[in-house]
C-alpha cells in the first residue's frame, strides 16, 4: 500500500500566542514549531499499516525550507520518504491544491492529513484534496483499519460514531485514537538524515482567503470565590447573576 | 443573488444549532439585502421543514431518498452545490459540526469558494471586502479572514450566534439533485447513537473533570451532575490518555474546542492546551483544591475545595433548585 500523509509545521502547544505589526502578524519571535500533534497520529497509523514491508509513507508538506526539522522528525518516525512543496502555505485551498497536483501524478492509495492543524483549526485540506482528486473523504476519524480493498474506518459525529466502508483510494483526517504517536528511535533520528528529501516548487494558483487580522480573546473579570461550603451561593449566583441554569 | 443554509439534520430532527446557523444566515441575506433558502437532505417531516421558516427562511429545499438518508459528504456537498447554482446563492452557509467539517471543504472547491470555518461573528462588509472572524490557535485568538472569491462557504460555531425567531413561514418545495454513482463509494455499516447522551461540540453545559478525580470508577458523580444540568461530560488530555474516558470526550487545544453557556471545571489545573479548548466558553466554574491552580486566572466563579466533597453538595443543591424551579 502506498500512502501520503499530509503534515504540518505548527507553534508548539505551550506557545504563548501574540501577535505583531498592529495584530497583522504571528508572533513567531522564540516560537518552537512542531509537528502537527493530529498529522504524527495520521503518521503514526501509516507506519503501522505499512509495518513489515506492506507498503510506503511518504509524507508531504507545503512550507518554506525552516520547516525541514519538522519533515526530519517525520522521516525519523518512520515515514519512507518526504516532499517539501517549497512554498509558504497561503491557506488551505492553496495546500490542498499543491498536493493534489503532486497526488494525481504519484498516485496513492490512501491520503490521510491530521483533522485539523493546532494553528488555523480548519480540518479543510482533507476534505478539499478528495474533491479536487474526486475520491471520497471522511473526516475526523477515531480508527481506521485496512483490508485487501477498502478500509473500515470510524467517524465521529455528535453524540456517537459511525462506521463506513471506503474502497482506496480516498483521503481521511485522523483524531486521538488511530494510534498512539510514535516517538523516534536512535536508530531513526540516525536514518531520517539519509532518508530522501524531495523539493517540488509549487504551481501557480488563485487563493480565496486572506486574514487580515488578528485579535486575543477580551481578557476575563476576576473570579468570585465562593466557600466550599456554601454551594447554595454558587447555584444561585448561576441562576441569577450569570443566568445559565 | 440569495443566502443558502444547509439545515443539516441528526435522525431527522434539527438542533439548535441548525436554528442559530438559520438565524445567521437570514442575518447575512439582510445585510445583502436578499433572500435566505435552506436545504434540507435526509428524512424531516413537514413540520420539522417548515419550521425553518420561523428562523428566517423564505423557501425550504427538500431532498430525500434511501440513498440520502445517512450524511455521506460528496453526494451531500454535489446536492448543495448544485441547489447553491439553482438559487444563485453566494454565500452558502452550514453549521460548524463534525458533518460540517466535511462538507464545508468540499463545497468550497465545488464552487470555487473561499471557507470561513469556525466563524464567530456575522461578517463585516464594507467596500465589497467580506470578512469573517474566526477562531485560529485552537481557541487561544481569532483570526478575521477576508474571502476574496466571488462565492463564500461559511461554516458557523455552535453557540456563538443567537437563535432570532423572526416569525415567517417557509415554502416547502422538493429538490432533485442529480449525484453520481462515484459520490457513494463509502459506506455506512452502522450507526451507534447514544440516545440519552448531550453530545458535546453543541452542549450548552459541559461538565468535565480532571485527574483530581482521581480514577474512572469515580466518574458517576460527573455524570449526575451532569444529567442533572442536561449537560454534556467532557474531560482533560491525561484523563483520556488513561483511558478513563473515551477520546471522544478530551477538551483541548488537541481535542475538541467547545463554546457552551456554562463549563464546569472539576479537578482540571488548566494547562494552557486546555485552556484553549475552553476559552470561548459564556461562563466558567472552577472547582479545584489547588488555590493556585491556573485555572482559577480565567474562570468566572470558583470554588476551591475537595471534588469529593463539593460535588456531592452540587448535586443535593441542584436537585433542590431543579425540585423548586
Request: include cysteine; glycine fraction near 8%.
Given at each position: ?8 509545521n505548527?507553534?508548539d502547544?505551550?506557545t ?10 504571528f508572533?513567531?519571535?522564540?516560537v518552537q ?11 503514526s ?9 506492506k507498503?510506503t ?11 525541514e ?10 515515514a ?7 512554498a ?7 495546500v ?15 491520503i ?22 474526486d ?20 467517524r465521529e ?16 483526517g ?30 501557480e ?12 480573546p ?14 447554595a ?8 447573576e450569570?443566568?445559565?441554569? | ?9 441528526a ?9 442559530e446557523?438559520?438565524?445567521?444566515a ?21 413540520a420539522?421543514l417548515?419550521?425553518?421558516g420561523?428562523?428566517?427562511?423564505k ?5 430525500s ?10 453526494a ?6 448544485e ?12 453549521s ?24 464567530v ?42 437563535v ?17 454513482q ?5 459506506i ?6 447514544a ?59 488537541t ?22 479548548g475552553?476559552?470561548s ?25 475537595d ?7 452540587l448535586?443535593?443543591?441542584v ?7
Amino acid at each position: 500500500m502506498k500512502i501520503l500523509v499530509c503534515i504540518s509545521n505548527v507553534p508548539d502547544t505551550t506557545t504563548k500566542i501574540t501577535f505583531t505589526d498592529n495584530n497583522t502578524q504571528f508572533n513567531t519571535n522564540g516560537v518552537q514549531f512542531i509537528l502537527n500533534p493530529y498529522d504524527e497520529i495520521a503518521l503514526s497509523r501509516a507506519i503501522e499499516l505499512t509495518d513489515g514491508g506492506k507498503g510506503t509513507v511518504t509524507v508531504i508538506n507545503v512550507g518554506e525550507v525552516s520547516t525541514e526539522a519538522t519533515i526530519r522528525k517525520a522521516l525519523a518516525i518512520g515515514a519512507t520518504d518526504a516532499v517539501r512543496i517549497n512554498a509558504k502555505p497561503h491557506d488551505a485551498w492553496y495546500v490542498a491544491y499543491q498536493v493534489a497536483q503532486y497526488a494525481k501524478v504519484n498516485s496513492f492509495d490512501l491520503i490521510l492529513t491530521g483533522r485539523e492543524s493546532i494553528d488555523y483549526n480548519g480540518s479543510k485540506v482533507a476534505g478539499m484534496l478528495g474533491e479536487l482528486l474526486d475520491i471520497p473523504s471522511v473526516s475526523i476519524i477515531k480508527k481506521l483499519d485496512a483490508a485487501d480493498n477498502e478500509a473500515t474506518v470510524e467517524r465521529e459525529i455528535e453524540g456517537g460514531k459511525e462506521i463506513l466502508t471506503i474502497p482506496f483510494p480516498f483521503v481521511a483526517g485522523t483524531a486521538e485514537g488511530v494510534a498512539e504517536p510514535k516517538i523516534p528511535n536512535m536508530r531513526g533520528i540516525m536514518s531520517a538524515r539519509t532518508k530522501p528529501l524531495v523539493v517540488v516548487e509549487p504551481v501557480e494558483v488563485k487563493t480565496f482567503s486572506e486574514i487580515i487580522s488578528y485579535e486575543t480573546p477580551a481578557p476575563r473579570g476576576q473570579v468570585t470565590l465562593v466557600a466550599a461550603d456554601d454551594v447554595a451561593k454558587l447555584v444561585n449566583l448561576l441562576h441569577a447573576e450569570a443566568r445559565v441554569i | 443573488m440569495s443566502v443558502l443554509i444547509y439545515a443539516e439534520n441528526a435522525g431527522g430532527t434539527f438542533k439548535k444549532s441548525v436554528f442559530e446557523a438559520v438565524s445567521y444566515a437570514k442575518a447575512i441575506a439582510d445585510q445583502n439585502n436578499t433572500d435566505l433558502v435552506a436545504i434540507s437532505i435526509g428524512d424531516v417531516d413537514a413540520a420539522g421543514l417548515a419550521s425553518l421558516g420561523k428562523y428566517g427562511a423564505k423557501k425550504v429545499l427538500n431532498v430525500s431518498g434511501d440513498k440520502l438518508k445517512n450524511f455521506i459528504n460528496q453526494a451531500y456537498a454535489s446536492i448543495i452545490a448544485e441547489a447553491a447554482k439553482k438559487e444563485g446563492a453566494d454565500v452558502v452557509v452550514l453549521s460548524n459540526t463534525f458533518s460540517g467539517r466535511g462538507l464545508a471543504p468540499r463545497l468550497g472547491v465545488k464552487l470555487e469558494a473561499g471557507v470561513a470555518d469556525g466563524a464567530v461573528a456575522l461578517p463585516e462588509q464594507n467596500d465589497g471586502k467580506f470578512r469573517v472572524k474566526k477562531t485560529a490557535f485552537s481557541g487561544k485568538a481569532f483570526a478575521v479572514v477576508e474571502l476574496t472569491s466571488a462565492n463564500k462557504v461559511i461554516a458557523l460555531i455552535p453557540n456563538s450566534y443567537k437563535v432570532v425567531e423572526t416569525g415567517g413561514i417557509a415554502q416547502v418545495e422538493d429538490f432533485a439533485a442529480a449525484t453520481k454513482q462515484s459520490d457513494f463509494k463509502a459506506i455506512i455499516k452502522e450507526i451507534v447513537r447514544a440516545a440519552d447522551k448531550v453530545s458535546l461540540p453543541d452542549a450548552e453545559i459541559v461538565v468535565s473533570a480532571g485527574r483530581g478525580l482521581k480514577g474512572p470508577e469515580n466518574w458517576g458523580m460527573i455524570e449526575e451532575l451532569a444529567n442533572l444540568l442536561g449537560a454534556a461530560t467532557a474531560c482533560s488530555k491525561p484523563v483520556s490518555d488513561a483511558g478513563w474516558r473515551p477520546h471522544s470526550e478530551h477538551v483541548g487545544q488537541t481535542g475538541i474546542a467547545v463554546s457552551p453557556n456554562l463549563y464546569i471545571a472539576i479537578g482540571i489545573s488548566g494547562a494552557i492546551q486546555h485552556l484553549a479548548g475552553i476559552s470561548s466558553s459564556k461562563v466558567i466554574v472552577v472547582i479545584n483544591k489547588d488555590p493556585e491552580a491556573p485555572f482559577f486566572k480565567v474562570a468566572d466563579y470558583g470554588i476551591v475545595g475537595d471534588a469529593f466533597e463539593v460535588v456531592p453538595q452540587l448535586i443535593a443543591t441542584v436537585k433542590e433548585y431543579k425540585a423548586s424551579a
